[in-house]
């Protein structure tokens, strides 16, 4: 069956370190991968997006890796801050039979990141 | 709008009620989601529309739980005969539908609690 599996529930780190958040899945084979933020009591909101052909995407101190062969992708976050503590999601969308992308995006369970002053 | 709306944004109801919760999209967005969140817990897909496409509703825990949308625009979410583990933030989401890019934006979500 799919599934995503994002590395750990929680991840606690000293603010100015790099936080790296890893996103595990099976039987996909998907075109793209997002990352979402999630604040307590909000939804999520989109940061990234990565394409198949892509290995890396940066955005200002985040940066995404995709490897299709490991099926991994790695969410990181460069001199981190305490504003940066917040949910983590990964995101696939799947493909059926044919190869062709469909809507419905699956989420991973979400890694809680806390930055430490 | 300039984003997603979702109301009621808190519902408190006894077991065995009917609820509805709504979700206006951002305006021309085609595709609409909802997804369900336990305490604590990931996103649950429930049902996904797009366009004038059968929905999707491979994510409906059970018969009890319906989503219409109207017009291609208003979504309702209908929980009949409310059960307690029914108890969770049900969020909705939009997108416009991009061949292979389907970024969603999402509401601030409807907290359901069933006593």
């Known amino acids: 069956s799919q599934k995503i599996e994002q590395n750990s529930e929680a991840l606690n780190i000293q603010e100015g370190k790099t936080a790296t958040l890893t996103c595990n899945y099976t039987n996909y084979s998907p075109a793209y991968l997002q990352w979402y933020r999630q604040d307590p009591g909000r939804g999520p909101v989109f940061l990234l997006l990565?394409?198949?052909?892509?290995k890396e995407k940066r955005k200002e101190r985040l940066k995404v890796t995709f490897d299709t062969t490991l099926k991994q992708s790695l969410f990181h976050i460069t001199a981190s801050q305490p504003a940066d503590s917040a949910t983590y999601l990964c995101?696939?969308?799947?493909?059926?039979?044919?190869?062709?992308?469909?809507?419905?995006?699956?989420f991973g369970q979400g890694t809680i990141l806390t930055v430490h002053p | 709008g300039a984003g997603v709306s979702q109301s009621p944004s808190n519902k408190v109801t006894e077991k065995g009620k009917d609820v509805e919760l709504r979700c206006d999209p951002i305006?021309?967005?085609?595709?609409l989601y909802w997804y369900r969140q336990s305490l604590g817990q990931g996103l649950e897909f429930l049902i996904y529309?797009?366009?004038?496409?059968?929905?999707?509703k491979s994510g409906l825990p059970s018969d009890r739980f319906s989503a219409e949308r109207t017009g291609g625009s208003v979504s309702t979410l209908t929980i009949q005969r409310t059960q307690q583990e029914d108890s969770a933030v049900y969020l909705c989401?939009?997108?416009?539908?991009?061949?292979?890019?389907?970024?969603?934006?999402f509401g601030a979500g409807s907290r359901l609690t069933v006593l």
């Open positions: 529309f797009q366009g004038n496409s059968a929905p999707d």
């Open positions: 989401a939009s997108s416009e539908r991009r061949i292979g890019a389907n970024v969603l934006t």
């Open positions: 990565i394409r198949e052909n892509e």
């Open positions: 995101a696939l969308i799947g493909t059926n039979a044919g190869g062709t992308s469909y809507g419905k995006l699956t």
């Open positions: 305006s021309g967005h085609t595709a």
